[in-house]
């Protein structure tokens, strides 16, 4: 399980202003996502637009899609191309996680944002740079790696506040110019055979499940095995036994089932809906007294176990229904494989094999012009909705997988 939490209070992280390691980063960027990532090459498209903005002196915001660990560092590719420095919004546990890469993260324009509570001065500071145009403001608004190109998780709503508190704050100092998000795709293309590539990584889960290896079985249907194995296990220590039926409707039930359980009593009711927003919420509830020292040790134990719990069930949700379709486009069913294997990796063995053979497309929208006399009205939210339409026009997929409003039950 990867270290997304702590038991710690938030201290903020400021951004740092200066500029050297930014332009550092960016002429050894080719060198650090090979050998990091396997990013061998990339194209980014319509660096036009976002031009036009610098230009014109507009505070600019940028979305992109977070498909990958790789996005953050990634942005450099437009940074560089674009002959602009930025700063990034990053969860406090990129921070936390090790010192090297809290120490590029910062030093490149990262400052922090605390996922599990309303963090004050990360948006002050957000709006602060957009309002007086300091530099782009890139921020994820999906809220968590989706792991799929083929999929838009739903949109955090925080992007929209920024960029209308913002807009409110420039018009009064700079009536010339204007607040504008970017919306931004990176879609990602592993280029080499996934035969030759994903058959070892493949029989290594095989035997981390204490199987023979299964040469004589087809990939896909490999693939479909090991992720059947890994839910009835999950199912056993939930349930007791392993259901039979659709794997990923027993996924979406499982998913279901724990959240509701913790929803229950963390919250009060349970609930439906989108899954990262669900678990966020219980992150908060069950880290709060956790962060202040006011649980004893075996409360704190029960709770870390809880937190496990999320994060199993938050994995779980990243396997879209369909996604593994044997009738789709050849060459986008073998990035699936990839992506497919790369997630069960990590969910296995805490890691992922690097292929270098990494292509990535970045394509950068025409600016959304931010109106900073307009207010959010009830219901969806017509910004949000424009910004995802926009991303699923640069990323080439339909709303296969729509956001699922969280409601009571």
């Known amino acids: ?26 002429r050894y960027l080719p060198r650090l996502l090979r050998n990091r990532f396997g990013i061998t090459s990339w194209k980014c498209h ?47 546990h990129v921070f936390k996680q090790n010192w090297l890469a809290a120490f590029v993260c910062h030093r490149v324009g990262g400052f922090s944002v605390y996922r599990e509570g309303l963090d004050r001065k990360a948006l002050d500071t957000a709006i602060g740079i957009v309002a007086t145009a300091e530099r782009p403001l890139i921020i994820f608004p999906e809220g968590g790696i989706s792991a799929a190109n083929d999929r838009l998780m739903s949109l955090m709503e925080g992007t929209s506040f920024v960029a209308r508190a913002a807009a409110k704050k420039r018009s009064k100092a ?13 879609r990602y293309e592993h280029r080499a055979n996934p035969q030759a590539c994903l058959s070892p990584v493949v029989a290594r889960l095989e035997r981390h ?9 087809p990939l896909i249907d490999r693939v479909e095995r090991i992720r059947r194995a890994l839910q009835s296990t999950r199912e056993v220590q939930w349930l007791g036994h392993a259901k039979a039926g659709d794997v990923e409707q027993r996924i979406a039930d499982l ?14 009711k349970t609930r439906t809906g989108d899954v990262i927003a669900r678990v966020k919420d219980l992150r908060t509830a069950i ?26 069930a938050q994995s779980m949700s990243l396997h ?14 073998n990035h699936r494989l990839f992506e497919t294997v790369e997630r069960l990796e990590e969910e296995l063995t805490d890691n992922v094999t690097l292929y270098n053979d990494l292509h990535v497309d970045i394509r950068i929208g025409e600016a959304i012009d931010i109106d900073p006399s307009a207010r959010r009205s009830r219901g969806s939210d017509p910004l949000m909705v424009t910004l995802r339409t926009r991303m699923l026009e640069l990323l080439g997929i339909e709303d296969q997988w729509p956001p699922v409003p969280v409601t009571d039950c």
């Open 46 to 92: 319509g660096l036009d637009h976002l031009r036009e903005s610098l230009d014109a002196g507009h505070g600019i915001i940028l979305c992109p899609n977070h498909t990958r660990l790789s996005d953050p560092l990634m942005s450099g590719a437009i940074t560089t191309g674009a002959k602009c420095h930025a700063f990034a919004m990053a969860s406090w």
């Open 174 to 186: 700079h009536p010339e110019s204007k607040v504008v998000i970017h919306p931004v795709a990176f």
């Open 287 to 312: 880290l709060a007294d956790m962060v202040t020292n006011k649980v004893d040790a075996a409360a704190k134990q029960r709770r870390w176990r809880q937190l496990t719990d999320l994060y199993y």
């Open 320 to 333: 879209p229904k369909g996604y593994l379709d044997p009738n789709i486009d050849p060459d986008r069913l």
């Open 1 to 26: 399980m990867q270290k997304v939490v702590f038991d710690e209070p938030y201290e903020f992280v400021p951004p740092y202003r200066g500029r050297f390691w930014s332009w550092a980063v960016g």
């Open 209 to 217: 499940l204490f199987w023979q290896t299964q040469e004589q079985l």
């Open 255 to 268: 998913t279901n089932l724990i959240l509701q359980t913790y929803e229950a009593e963390w919250l009060g």
